[in-house]
């Protein structure tokens, strides 16, 4: 199973650290294979890059089984551009 995990803003790396060590554990009880990937889409990228995402970040999301987002929001972005369209945009674009 393939996994893509957004840590997310503040908190939300942390509690998203801690989530995936249960993750993995179960997978390993359960015997399920799982690649486990982190995409760096967060406020702190979007400020460095002023992208929310990269060109092509809902096809790239669709080619995994799962997708783990952690709590999003970071008061450096005022208007939570970036939230809203990991959010929001994920899942409108991907139903």
Not at 2 to 30: C, H, M, N, S, Y
């Amino acid at each position: 199973m393939r996994i893509a995990v957004i840590p997310g803003d503040g908190i939300g790396v942390d509690v998203t650290a801690e989530a995936l060590k249960a993750v993995r554990a179960a997978g390993e009880v359960f015997g399920q294979r799982l690649e486990i990937e982190t995409l760096p889409w967060s406020a702190d990228d979007y400020l460095k890059t002023g992208l929310t995402m990269p060109p092509g970040g809902y096809d790239q999301l669709r080619q995994f089984d799962a997708i783990f987002i952690g709590a999003l929001g970071d008061p450096r972005v005022p208007d939570n551009r970036h939230a809203r369209d990991i959010l929001l945009g994920t899942r409108f674009e991907l139903d």
